[in-house]
């Protein structure tokens, strides 16, 4: 939807066509949603307040109000556009990076779940066999069994499917979570820095656009608070706004906030101080992201030679128990 929307606009075109052509651009199930925003516009709705109804976050708003504010549209739907199209194509980095690793620990599972499962009670049926006890008639059922391998199988998908959704699932538990919950997550060692990154990122960004958009920080607070789905922004959006009102400053309002990046003083105080807030609030926000991609590369960097390590000593593992098992054979007969 921003592709079409930014190229269109930056080609020059009145906002209404430009409103138009995107939405017989757009696939037919997202047709009614866009069509009723693209109506609020010619009614004379704001553009931030029409994109509102159909769902867009709180800095995508963020940017239509700046865009509204300086009469530049084409401009602001680009940085849009760019801003997350950055995202889209570094998680997609992540995700192929994840990919391979979740292959390796699955298939160190399998051999795990073969060894125990299938391995050990094979060798064992062999050697009763071949000892010639009573026990022999049992060689075919262990042998021909494909049990183990189903096991093992099922349980390698298992930990590729929990890998690689992990991410999504604490990506679900920062959205949905309580402050209680968050509050403990952030201490979880590298992962909890990333969530703090994540969580600060998403609290100051919009909040920046919207102030440098002409909002005092009030009504700024206060319009995130309505429009962010994200459990924990709310509940401290509210905060921020019952302590604004009992006269607070925005450094005091902040205080207190255990997943906030330390370093967030430095920037809203100064802010606040020189009067360059929105300058100091945006310049923050980028540093965030940059701090954040440069995390989770160093995050994912080490997940692949442990892979390795884990496959490696299941193999170590199997083939020394195999032997182990030959030899130990051998020297019965």
């Not at 403990?184 to 920046?208: K, Q, S």
Request: no cysteine.
């Amino acid at each position: 939807m921003l592709i079409p929307l930014s190229e269109l606009a930056a080609g020059g075109l009145p906002l209404f066509e430009v409103l138009e052509a995107t939405e017989r651009h757009l696939p037919p199930s997202f047709r009614p949603t866009f069509r009723d925003a693209r109506a609020a516009v010619e009614r004379g709705a704001r553009l931030s307040d029409a994109f509102r109804t159909i769902g867009w976050p709180p800095y995508a708003l963020a940017a239509l109000a700046l865009a509204e504010m300086t009469g530049d549209v084409a401009a602001q739907l680009a940085h849009l556009r760019d801003h997350y199209a950055r995202r889209v194509r570094f998680r997609r980095t992540i995700r192929a990076r994840l990919a391979y690793p979740a292959f390796l620990l699955a298939l160190a599972l399998l051999l795990f779940g073969y060894l125990l499962a299938g391995l050990g009670p094979r060798l064992q049926a062999l050697e009763t066999a071949l000892a010639g006890s009573a026990a022999a008639q049992t060689v075919d059922g262990p042998l021909g069994s494909d049990a183990p391998w189903t096991a093992g199988l099922i349980g390698g998908l298992a930990v590729a499917g929990l890998i690689g959704g992990g991410a999504a699932g604490v990506g679900l538990a920062v959205r949905r979570g309580s402050e209680a919950a968050v509050g403990r997550l952030v201490r979880l060692g590298p992962l909890g820095r990333l969530v703090r990154l994540v969580l600060t990122r998403e609290a100051i960004e919009p909040l920046g656009l919207l102030l440098q958009a002409g909002h005092d920080v009030l009504a700024a607070v206060r319009l995130l608070q309505a429009e962010t789905p994200w459990r924990v922004l709310r509940a401290w959006y509210g905060r921020l706004e019952a302590r604004l009102l009992a006269g607070a400053t925005l450094t005091g309002a902040f205080e207190e906030t255990p997943w906030l990046e330390d370093d967030w003083r430095l920037y809203v105080e100064s802010g606040e101080r020189s009067g360059r807030l929105v300058e100091l609030l945006n310049a923050y926000a980028a540093r965030l992201e940059a701090e954040l991609e440069r995390r989770t590369e160093a995050a994912v960097r080490w997940i692949e030679p442990a892979a390795v390590l884990v496959v490696g000593g299941a193999v170590l593992l199997v083939a020394g128990t195999l032997f182990g098992m030959v030899f130990d054979l051998m020297a019965r007969l």
